[in-house]
């Protein structure tokens, strides 16, 4: 391989065809996992430019390293295509904010941008890159008048610039939308939410990741915003909620049809954490409610759903047929179940079904569709946690009694 004679046309005419293949490879790969036609890359146009780079480097690398040993060259390109990529993810992390693509699920990976199953892969496409495919397309471009090549090149440029310059602004007022939903979520309708994430949807198709990453820092963002809020009303509702004061009148309003039907009361025989799952699920509820009502959201719907997210009528530590086989897990499975016993006895609306259905989340691998959910996902976690300190210390207090106790009955038995 040698750079002999080569002219600039010639070398943006490889760049562009390289990066036309990288488009093809990502494409197909992608309309294949994803079952629909992917135009892969944040380029409106064909090309992937991170694959013509990686060519480039390759190329350039061959032209020093192409004495050495076979392993030794497959292993400088893996290290540098795995450079590339990793640097890549990592620029458009820290001047979008953005995560276009994650490996966090691949095992040997590097913060999510790289991961070892595909720098191999990478590295077998090098070798067959320089064995195989850039000497027949040298050959190809070199075959060709240079008069051609120089006008083709001149196009290339300014359209392969065009791209560039409206994709780069594309990208820019997607990461400024995104950082408008991270900081007005609860003040935006979920309308508006959807026509943010549908206005960017060839983005969101081409990184399949992207929205997941989103979700993620959204939900981030609402425990902050819930962490300061538990802070700012944890007399009002936590202290009031420990003591079994009487809830608000437009509360059990709400609620009426429900914890008052015969089939939900049954939840008071089975046992939760540290008290009954109807005890649980009203605490849930209560805590929803509030909680909506201080965020303006439609607390009606979270106070409901929030109700009815443990509707399960078994022993979620003892569990087999005809409620759920022994080896199904409860964690998973029992949303599935409540919101079958809920539609059951109950009208639902959309956002009662979504928080039933997903306030496991992130079990329940799809995240909650609606802000309601988010809360009651969150008071859920957070009541169920304190239920579980709160038994433990229950617990350790009375075996520290118990154990004192023996004591002092071996004292008087020792007196006696």
């Not at 008052?260 to 209560?286: A, G, Q, R």
Request: with cysteine; charged share 25%.
């Amino acid at each position: 391989m040698t750079f002999d004679n080569i002219t600039v046309s010639q070398i943006i005419i490889l760049f562009t065809i390289y990066s036309f293949m990288g488009w093809v490879i990502e494409g197909v790969y992608r309309s294949i996992s994803q079952r629909q036609f992917i135009n892969a890359g944040f380029l409106y146009g064909p090309f992937l430019p991170i694959y013509g780079s990686g060519a480039a480097f390759i190329i350039g690398l061959q032209y020093f390293i192409h004495p050495w040993p076979l392993l030794v060259q497959l292993v400088v390109y893996g290290i540098i295509l795995t450079l590339i990529e990793y640097f890549t993810g990592f620029a458009f992390e820290k001047i979008f904010k953005l995560k276009l693509w994650d490996y966090s699920e691949h095992k040997f990976n590097i913060q999510g941008r790289v991961c070892l199953l595909f720098s191999l892969f990478w590295t077998i496409m090098a070798l067959a890159f320089v064995t195989f495919i850039h000497p027949a397309v040298l050959r190809y471009v070199r075959s060709l008048d240079e008069t051609l090549l120089r006008i083709l090149s001149i196009v290339i440029v300014i359209y392969v610039f065009t791209d560039f310059v409206f994709s780069i602004v594309s990208l820019t007022a997607f990461k400024n939308k995104i950082s408008y939903l991270y900081s007005e979520y609860f003040n935006l309708s979920d309308a508006e939410i959807e026509k943010i994430f549908s206005s960017f949807k060839r983005l969101r198709t081409a990184y399949p990741d992207l929205r997941r990453y989103i979700n993620n820092n959204i939900n981030t963002g609402i425990k902050n915003r819930m962490s300061t809020f538990l802070k700012s009303i944890q007399e009002k509702i936590i202290l009031n909620m420990e003591g079994r004061k009487p809830f608000e009148n437009e509360f059990y309003d709400i609620i009426n049809d429900i914890h008052t039907h015969d089939e939900f009361l049954k939840l008071k025989l089975y046992y939760h954490h540290n008290s009954s799952i109807y005890d649980h699920v009203m605490d849930v509820s209560y805590f929803s409610y509030r909680a909506c009502k201080f965020f303006k959201l439609d607390y009606r719907s979270a106070a409901r759903g929030a109700l009815l997210h443990d509707f399960f009528l078994y022993d979620w530590r003892n569990h087999d047929v005809p409620d759920l086989p022994a080896e199904k897990n409860h964690g998973i499975e029992h949303p599935k179940i409540a919101l079958a016993n809920a539609r059951k006895h109950f009208m639902l609306n959309e956002i009662e079904e979504d928080i039933i259905r997903k306030h496991m989340w992130p079990l329940t691998l799809v995240p909650p569709k609606y802000k309601e959910s988010f809360i009651v996902s969150f008071a859920d976690t957070y009541l169920a946690s304190k239920e579980f300190v709160s038994n433990f210390k229950r617990n350790k207090t009375i075996k520290r009694e118990k154990k004192q106790a023996d004591k002092h009955k071996k004292k008087n038995k020792r007196r006696n």
